[in-house]
């Protein structure tokens, strides 16, 4: 199981072998629902493992370990909208890279960036 938290830091998401992403409060200890995850043809519950919040935590990147595939999903539907066949890891990290000229302000860094190719 990996957890991953959204860019605004309000939620937590773990993916597991259960075959769903669950949801919890970062502000209060509460458990806010699970998504389903198939991806599987024969419909037997897919085993989840890494998982990355992508697209300002509206999507999930997380791999299906019994298929040995990576998928995105939409998190408010659960609908995967990608495939990634052959490509799978039990840990994703994401990164935030500022455009060129900008800066990233998280809740705990700041990082700037200037880009020598302006």
């Known amino acids: 199981m990996q957890l ?9 998401y ?14 209060k200890p509460a458990y806010l ?7 599987a043809q024969r419909g037997a519950p897919d ?6 919040i992508l697209d300002g935590g509206r999507d999930a990147f997380v791999t299906v370990e019994n ?15 990608r495939k990634l ?7 994703w990290v994401t990164v935030v890279i500022p455009a060129a000229g ?4 998280g809740q705990d860094t700041h990082v700037e960036y ?5």
């Open 67 to 81: 298929i040995k595939t990576s998928v995105v999903v939409k998190l408010s539907t659960g609908r995967i909208i």
């Open 33 to 39: 629902g699970e998504i389903s995850v198939s991806e």
């Open 85 to 91: 066949p052959g490509i799978a890891s039990n840990r």
């Open 114 to 118: 200037n880009s020598p190719y302006q």
């Open 47 to 52: 085993k989840l493992s890494g998982i990355s």
């Open 14 to 27: 773990a993916a597991g072998f259960s075959g769903h992403i669950l949801k919890f409060s970062t502000s």
């Open 102 to 105: 900008s800066s990233y302000r």
């Open 4 to 12: 991953a938290v959204d860019p605004s830091h309000h939620r937590l």
